[in-house]
């Protein structure tokens, strides 16, 4: 059923005025304001829909379910991403970069879990007087496939969302969407484009219903090379597309690749202690044809995630266990 859900998606390209209604949604991601998150904005308004912003001041990347749990949110010590709020600012708010339709963009200085309750207990509060009927994490600057999604801040959010019984889909694109000047990047419109369609088909599908089913989310990963790509069901799975590893020197450990890609992100990886991320290099096995990560680099690989930890798979065993913790023999 889940593989045909999937096909659907790719039968056709809904036309402008297709849908079935607008829908209220936020869009978070843990990148902060970026141009992935513009583009989505507009190709969302653009089909019909009521979109607000909510996303981190800075950089949240890998922070996963992150919080500050109790711990004020004071104003701003520096500036945030692509300047979209200055020093002295509050530490949350509405953007205050002149080239963003007023009252749509918003940040919170905080993780990426926080930047998505802020849209939803907040903003979304004051705008629709409820939830709404879709949260979208991303898209971010880089895929999230395998057991590297643990620590995402984009899946984390969808996940965060998802456990509240909001829809939720994290998406996530190619490294080398980023301009914090433009916001023309024409990977990121195309993304963004992709994006929509999927919450057009959703919305068409679901008819006054939810957008998803209750207790699942879905991670959408789109490839490097988008030309051609066509949306494919894939399990998140066993086979990984990074390896994480605690090193001496990450610097020296990482490969030229991710090198270059820090750079394009501004940044350059130190001669220090840290967390090293390589790309596995390994043959995936024939049991892990369809994961992720194996999928997203030729296509857009849809994977549907169980909402926290609630056990639906493996609720059988679990009274199993019990019941033979229970058991005198």
Request: proline content about 5%.
């Amino acid at each position: 059923m889940w593989r045909a859900f999937v096909a659907s998606l790719a039968l056709t390209v809904f036309a402008q005025g297709s849908m079935a209604q607008a829908r209220n949604i936020v869009i978070t991601n843990d990148d902060g304001l970026s141009n992935n998150v513009v583009a989505l904005y507009k190709a969302l308004k653009a089909e019909g829909h009521d979109v607000v912003v909510s996303v981190p001041c800075t950089n949240q990347s890998g922070m996963g379910t992150a919080l500050k749990i109790g711990r004020p949110v004071v104003p701003l010590e520096a500036a945030c991403r692509a300047d979209a709020a200055q020093p002295g600012d509050p530490g949350t708010g509405a953007m205050t970069r002149q080239d963003l339709v007023a009252g749509d963009f918003f940040y919170v200085d905080g993780t990426p879990t926080m930047a998505m309750l802020y849209g939803v207990d907040v903003v979304a509060a004051k705008r629709w007087g409820k939830a709404p009927d879709l949260v979208l994490s991303g898209p971010n600057e880089g895929q999230n496939v395998g057991a590297i999604i643990l620590s995402s801040g984009t899946v984390s959010a969808a996940q965060g969302a998802a456990v509240r019984g909001i829809p939720a889909i994290a998406l996530s694109a190619g490294g080398r969407t980023v301009d914090d000047k433009a916001f023309s990047n024409p990977d990121s419109a195309r993304v963004a484009q992709l994006s929509a369609e999927l919450v057009g088909r959703l919305d068409k599908l679901a008819g006054e219903a939810s957008l998803l089913p209750s207790g699942m989310a879905l991670n959408v990963n789109f490839p490097d090379k988008l030309e051609g790509a066509k949306w494919r069901s894939a399990r998140i799975g066993t086979y990984n597309a990074y390896e994480l590893r605690f090193v001496d020197d990450m610097a020296a450990s990482s490969s030229p690749e991710m090198v270059a890609m820090a750079k394009e992100h501004g940044m350059e990886i130190p001669h220090l202690p840290g967390l090293s991320a390589q790309r596995d290099t390994g043959t995936p096995t024939a049991m892990q044809a369809d994961d992720e990560s194996v999928v997203y680099k030729t296509a857009i690989s849809v994977s549907p995630m169980q909402a926290g930890y609630e056990p639906v798979a493996f609720e059988g065993w679990g009274r199993w266990l019990v019941g033979a913790l229970n058991s005198d023999e």
